[in-house]
């Protein structure tokens, strides 16, 4: 991914964290004749294993076509910025649309597990980390057992060790103070995902005096 100096993470773990908590990834790798093969599911990331894993169905095609090198991709917020965000659009009209995201890239090498208990295991902790919270969380043992048994044979794993992590934010900060504020207020006026992009970018302005320096 290209991630210049000024949209680059100051902490590519912790936006790994956040993202594959809220988010399903794109495990992308390359068939046996060349061909890109991707696959959206959930991921469990270990920081100190430096490690991500997750399952997909044994009917998926994807898994037989070996191990090798992968990506992962996970996308957060993203909003569409339009030019009139921009007071500088007023003084000389050199502004042109773009668009503001957060998104990780990790790379590395995969391997694909069929032993029951490692599923088992990475199934309950799936489970476990996105049903904490809730008034009365699912736990494994509110199915029953044969059930599970059958749906564990019709599931694959899968581990990446990850080698690479590209963290971006792009929050407009390569923009000076104005049109940064502009692009906010006009995002922060919008529904859905252009609202949490604004917030991400007041964190942003909460971390730097300066866009710019950024």
Avoid at 106 to 130: F, K, N, P, Y
């Amino acid at each position: 991914m290209y991630v210049p100096a000024h949209f680059a993470a100051k902490d590519g773990d912790a936006l790994v964290a956040k993202l594959a908590r809220a988010h399903a990834g794109v495990l992308v790798t390359v068939g046996s004749e060349g061909e890109p093969l991707a696959s959206h599911l959930p991921f469990l990331w270990d920081a100190a294993a430096r490690t991500l894993t997750g399952h997909i169905a044994r009917a998926n095609p994807h898994w037989t076509q070996g191990g090798g090198k992968g990506l992962v991709i996970f996308s957060g917020a993203d909003a569409y910025v339009s030019p009139g965000f921009y007071p500088s659009k007023a003084e000389h009209g050199k502004v042109v649309p773009t668009w503001n995201y957060e998104a990780v890239y990790l790379s590395g090498a995969v391997t694909w597990i069929e032993d029951g208990a490692r599923l088992e295991t990475i199934v309950r902790a799936l489970s476990d980390r996105h049903e904490t919270g809730r008034a009365k969380p699912w736990r494994i043992e509110d199915a029953p057992r044969a059930y599970i048994d059958a749906l564990l044979r019709g599931i694959v794993g899968v581990e990446m060790r990850v080698e690479k992590i590209e963290a971006k934010q792009k929050l407009s900060q390569n923009k000076n103070a104005a049109d940064f504020d502009g692009v906010m207020r006009g995002l922060g006026a919008q529904e859905g995902e252009s609202r949490e992009v604004a917030a991400l970018m007041a964190g942003v302005r909460a971390g730097s005096s300066d866009p710019d320096s950024n």
